[in-house]
């Protein structure tokens, strides 16, 4: 039996003596068309990418079998937020360089939506450290606050390092310590830790919530840490791609790294063990 991958993300296959043929679902299924023709267009600003994520969140929540369980929905839900502060960051002039963190913006979602587009053709290009979170949109279910670390796990820790780069090679610059960009950048680490509260809050059960309230503010300064934590890494991953940015063998070496380690953190977030974190 014989496949076909169409560019709407549905598979045909042909098979059987009198050459009948079936189609699976397309990867998004009733809203597959509405999400290819909101990925075909490429955000140019942050208030693009606000849109964009804002009207991809109104489609995942209709996405079965999961709808408002969607563990993708779960994620983007936190990104819009945060992406939203950083919008309102750059409107109130709280960064040294707007230029600098509006274009890294740009560069990191375009990161999210390429994978997702790579996702929508069934392509095994997409990133491992995306797809085993994409995979679980169709179920098994996945509690809420886990789903939204494996996405942010995938995002910081794979697709950070690199738009980190592109943003510097765009504004033909580098990753300095104690730049001004380098101060915008740790910026953002206050803005998680100021939104990480209500956003971990909202993932949790009534039951949860009373364990979270004897915890005091314990949760909330760990998991405001280990962001902080996390986005260290990624600019030290950022500096180390940057000094191999025309090796093509050493880049690629790195973005295998990088997404084998992703994919795995990935995968533990997502297994029984990772819904601890609920």
Avoid at 223 to 238: F, P, S
Wanted: glycine letters at 6%; proline letters at 6%; a negative charge.
């Amino acid at each position: 039996m014989g496949e076909r991958v169409t560019g709407f993300g549905a598979v045909v296959f042909h098979g059987g003596a009198e050459g009948e043929a079936g189609t699976i679902e397309p990867v998004w299924g009733p809203v597959h068309r509405d999400i290819v023709d909101l990925l075909a267009d490429h955000p140019a600003d942050v208030p693009a990418v606000v849109e964009h994520l804002t009207e991809l969140q109104k489609l995942l929540v209709r996405l079965p079998p999961l709808m408002e369980s969607c563990p993708l929905a779960d994620f983007n839900r936190l990104y819009l937020v945060i992406t939203s502060s950083v919008l309102d960051g750059l409107y109130a002039d709280r960064f040294v360089d707007p230029v600098f963190l509006s274009r890294l913006d740009v560069e990191f979602a375009a990161r999210y939506f390429d994978a997702l587009r790579l996702w929508s053709d069934r392509s095994p290009g997409t990133p491992k450290a995306w797809a085993c979170l994409f995979e679980r949109m169709c179920g098994p279910d996945a509690r809420p606050l886990p789903s939204a670390a494996a996405g942010v796990n995938a995002h910081i820790n794979f697709d950070l390092p690199f738009a980190l780069v592109t943003t510097f090679a765009h504004l033909e610059s580098e990753p300095v310590n104690g730049s001004d960009q380098h101060h915008d950048y740790l910026e953002i680490n206050k803005i998680f830790a100021d939104k990480i509260p209500d956003l971990r809050r909202g993932y949790l059960d009534r039951w949860q919530l009373l364990i979270d309230m004897l915890n005091g503010n314990i949760d909330d300064w760990y998991q405001g840490e280990l962001i902080g934590y996390t986005r260290d890494v990624a600019w030290r991953n950022a500096q180390r791609i940057w000094r191999c940015r025309h090796d093509p063998d050493r880049h690629e070496r790195e973005r295998k790294r990088l997404d084998n380690a992703a994919a795995a953190l990935g995968r533990l977030l997502l297994s029984p063990l990772g819904a601890l974190l609920q």
